[in-house]
């Protein structure tokens, strides 16, 4: 048996030679690997012994020679390959381990020439990792350090690897190709060429949305049917997916997660990253139906499920803190799908261990977890995709702009960049109220601005809350003073809205005449 190595990527290299040899596997090279292996006195021939032509071009072209790409492709049950293979002295490779030069985080990094972005694109590792994974009944093809443990404990085994091992590598193997050849298409058809610029220093200005856009998922599984039971859904995650995501959860118990379960709690699990202070979300439908603040996670819960009882019932619930005992045994007391937190105390995970189907999930946050969002957004429409920046602008307290006679007290601006927290992850048309840190009434996702501020104010009322002196959030301006009055008639007195309509100053008019307080943000957060 011979292996052929040609790494970029050094990491555990050595010790998957010396694993081989002690198999009886012979090394074959190139390279700066060939010679690292020989340091390590390891018997290693190089590729120019078995090509009998030399590495040129600066190492452009070294295994690009049919008796590589031969030995690779022969198929061992076919006479005629192997006969050729004798005709024209070409022995069979039976192990590939390819890695490829580091083109995604070479043009990640600040200043990248095209020169080195260029320089960084593989071509003979490509072309060999093709020709053993089409080959992979009579090849094995290693493309990350993460596959040699098994590999090596099959060989340990058997003297050889399983077809269904060689076929999961092949698999491996062409994703691999795919999203080196994705990322290469990315960044090309990015680059705001200027010929005039050209120069081994040329770094190109980039388009933020490439020419052609490619992404890479992995599925992490299939699930039991899609929003409907009609429809079919499985749920894929980025291949390098951000700390305190979603995708990095670990469900801990429970029910499988469905489709709808996915949707509403990585809106739930957005929207409490969102504060920097203990918070609990609860969401229905994907819109926060109770949002707040708190001392400790049982407060926050506490005042979050007021808000509306009724929706919470069946809802997700999502802490930016440890769940503990207190807030588990009161969370336990309602029917709720999915509850997530970096993690769970001892206690808390013994209150859930009778409810069998409530799904936990534990996703860690890094420290800066508020930092961590999602750079770019997509949404698919007929033979299309839609594809924004996210909408991660957050609003500081010297970007609003009082347009009003009437000044917000502290207490209110505090409260206002809450509810402007939360309007953001409601569903256009958005009209949040709020108070001491808590959601008092939201409306959502309706046609009219108005029966938004209608549908707050009456879930406030089902939910036995006071909207007095509280200050409402609109995602979007008031096109008109109806909506204006109907939160001041319901009690507010502080409003937060983006402002940029015609008829703003009719708006602010209407606030100085019912003597309520109005800031605009500058920004909008249209969600649908």
């Known amino acids: ?13 050595v010790e998957l030679a010396r694993d081989l040899h002690a198999l009886g596997v012979g090394l074959i090279s190139t390279g700066g690997t060939a010679k690292l292996l020989a340091e390590q006195g390891l018997p290693v021939t190089e590729v120019a012994e078995v090509t009998g032509f030399p590495e040129m071009l600066d190492g452009r072209v070294k295994t690009l020679h049919p008796k590589v790409h031969g030995g690779l492709l022969a198929r061992r049950d076919t006479p005629e390959h192997m006969a050729a293979l004798k005709a024209h002295n070409i022995d069979t490779i039976d192990l590939l ?10 043009v990640a990094k600040p200043g990248c020439t095209l020169a ?3 320089e960084n694109i593989d071509i003979g590792g490509p072309a060999m990792v093709r020709s053993a994974a089409k080959n992979w009944k009579d090849v094995g093809i290693v493309t990350d350090a993460s596959q040699y443990a098994d590999v090596i404990a099959e060989l340990k085994t058997s003297g050889k690897l399983s077809d269904k091992l060689r076929f999961a590598l092949s698999v491996a193997a062409f994703n691999r190709i795919s999203q080196y050849d994705g990322a290469i ?9 200027e010929a005039e610029k050209l120069s081994e220093e040329y770094v190109p200005e980039r388009a933020q949305f490439s020419g052609q856009f490619n992404e890479q998922y992995v599925k992490v599984q299939d699930l039991r049917y899609g929003e409907n039971s009609h429809q079919q859904a499985a749920w894929y995650r980025d291949l390098a997916p951000a700390a305190g995501s979603l995708a990095t959860g670990v469900q801990l118990q429970g029910k499988e997660l469905s489709y709808n379960n996915i949707a509403d709690a990585d809106a739930a699990w957005e929207c409490v990253k969102s504060f920097d202070t203990s918070a609990c979300v609860i969401v229905k439908h994907a819109n926060p139906c109770g949002v707040a603040v708190g001392a400790n996670p049982l407060e926050a819960y506490s005042k979050a499920f007021q808000t509306d009882p009724t929706s919470a019932f069946g809802g997700i619930i999502a802490f930016n803190r440890p769940v503990d005992k207190a807030a588990a045994e009161a969370v336990s007391k309602q029917f709720v799908e999915v509850l997530m937190a970096p993690d769970f105390s001892a206690e808390a995970l013994e209150v859930f261990k009778s409810k069998v189907n409530v799904r936990l999930m534990k996703i860690a946050l890094p420290a800066n977890y508020g930092d961590v969002r999602n750079a770019l957004e ?3 429409v007929g033979s299309g995709l839609l594809l924004q920046s996210a909408d991660n602008h ?3 307290l010297a970007d609003l702009k009082i347009v009003t006679v009437k000044q917000p007290t502290p207490e209110e601006l505090h409260d206002l960049l809450f509810a402007w927290k939360v309007a953001k992850f409601v569903k256009s048309n958005a009209i949040v109220f709020c108070k001491n840190g808590m959601t008092m009434g939201v409306g959502a996702g309706q046609m009219s601005r108005l029966d938004s501020a209608r549908i707050a104010s009456i879930k406030a009322e089902a939910a036995k809350l006071s909207l007095q002196n509280t200050v409402v959030a609109s995602d979007a301006f008031f096109p ?5 009055d109907v939160v001041v008639d319901a009690g507010a007195t502080c409003v937060a809205q983006p402002g940029g309509s015609m008829r703003d100053q009719e708006v602010i008019d209407a606030a100085n005449e019912r003597g309520v307080a109005m800031v605009f943000t500058g920004v909008r957060h249209f969600r649908h």
């Open 97 to 106: 381990i390819v890695n490829l030069y580091p083109f995604e985080a070479t």
């Open 116 to 118: 080195d972005a260029i």
């Open 480 to 484: 008109f003073r109806d909506g204006l």
């Open 185 to 193: 298409s990315n960044y090309l058809s990015s680059v705001n060429f």
């Open 378 to 380: 997509t949404k698919r």
């Open 394 to 396: 957050e609003l500081a």
């Open 1 to 13: 048996m011979k292996a052929l190595i040609s790494v970029s990527d050094k990491t555990g290299i």
